[in-house]
């Protein structure tokens, strides 16, 4: 089998792209307007016959359709949704669809990965790369030609172990748990798109509140949770000793989903920021909503990436946890706007005039 150097890359562009400016998708489109790689964010896109684009063509929460005589000098990434390929259509890169359904009847130059979804491979299909597929299913129709590999769930390689050293079997995965890192990532980031879409308000506030008053903010967090610890083994003790286990349990149940809702909550209002940051370095200005799901994404991503390390990994998701918690319990969950002191530059004495 090749090595995973091809499928990594794939995964690398899939990054690259995530991290283009957003742009919505239109229903008529021009070729004169398609002369970069584009992000096309719950809506369809079609690239029509005559029509090219340089760069790449991510579509993520829509379909993306490329009609015969079209051509992509990239790699094509469809999340969420379905990805048409049409007879004579061109393809000079990847082709990935996570969560997706994909109908192939066209040559693809690279490789083609299918994650959690269905994929057709019509009479005209030819991969000129390798197949993967990752809990999904390819049906190929008489005809179809993969001029790679077939890698059905694939495992990473076995590492030889050194001269002298004990035998032993790596229990982890890295190239699942990479995976599973990037779909945890994007998961928090839809969700943080639809929390921002019903409470815009009150995520703003929770935000400001972090980004004012950080250390307090901390603070607050980290007691918040000791509070947490110190009533769960009140309620425990007061099972035991009283035997109502019928109102402790419910009573526990409240408030595990009460505090896993605030940390949750704080991380997502975190992450808004970081979008509405993130998009300011592109001179642009997002829907909020996109704020979200771009900001949660990329702050999960790093911070549980950051958490494989050993022994200092924990430290930024829990500053950043408990950064949030805090300021969801100041604002009570961002229905209160906190007095802010604006910090005055001193004023400088105007010595009196004298009269004459």
Do not use: H
């Amino acid at each position: 089998m090749r090595k995973m150097t091809g499928r990594i890359l794939v995964w690398l562009t899939l990054m690259a792209l995530l991290l283009q400016p957003w742009q919505a998708a239109q229903a008529q489109v021009t070729a004169e307007t398609l002369n970069e790689g584009r992000v096309i964010f719950g809506s369809s896109f079609t690239l029509k016959d005559g029509e090219t684009i340089s760069g790449g063509l991510v579509v993520i929460g829509g379909s993306a359709l490329l009609e015969s005589g079209s051509t992509l000098y990239g790699d094509l990434v469809v999340v969420g949704g379905s990805a048409t390929l049409q007879q004579d259509a061109s393809v000079n890169g990847a082709v990935v669809t996570i969560g997706g359904s994909l109908n192939l009847d066209t040559e693809v130059m690279g490789d083609v990965v299918i994650v959690g979804g269905p994929a057709q491979l019509q009479e005209n299909a030819r991969v000129r790369g390798d197949l993967v597929t990752i809990g999904g299913t390819v049906q190929k129709a008489e005809g179809a030609q993969v001029d790679g590999e077939i890698v059905d769930n694939p495992t990473a390689p076995q590492m030889p172990n050194a001269p002298g050293a004990p035998d032993f079997e790596m229990s982890v995965n890295p190239f699942w748990e990479a995976f599973w890192l990037f779909m945890r990532s994007l998961g928090y980031g839809l969700l943080a798109m639809l929390v921002v879409l019903f409470l815009p308000q009150q995520t703003r506030r929770v935000a400001e509140a972090a980004v004012r008053q950080p250390l307090n903010m901390g603070g607050m967090g980290l007691l918040t949770y000791i509070l947490l610890i110190v009533l769960i083994v009140a309620l425990a003790l007061f099972s035991i000793l009283i035997i109502t286990l019928l109102l402790t349990i419910p009573l526990l149940l409240i408030v595990g989903l009460i505090f896993g809702a605030a940390m949750a909550f704080g991380w997502i209002a975190l992450g808004t920021e970081l979008g509405s940051r993130f998009a300011g370095m592109f001179n642009r200005e997002w829907p909020m909503p996109l704020n979200a799901l771009i900001g949660t994404f990329l702050m999960t991503l790093v911070a549980d990436g950051i958490g494989f390390i050993p022994c200092v990994g924990w430290v930024a998701p829990v500053l950043l946890t408990l950064l949030g918690l805090g300021a969801v319990t100041m604002t009570r969950f961002g229905t209160k706007s906190l007095p802010f002191t604006a910090t005055l530059a001193p004023v400088e004495s105007v010595p009196p005039t004298e009269t004459l």
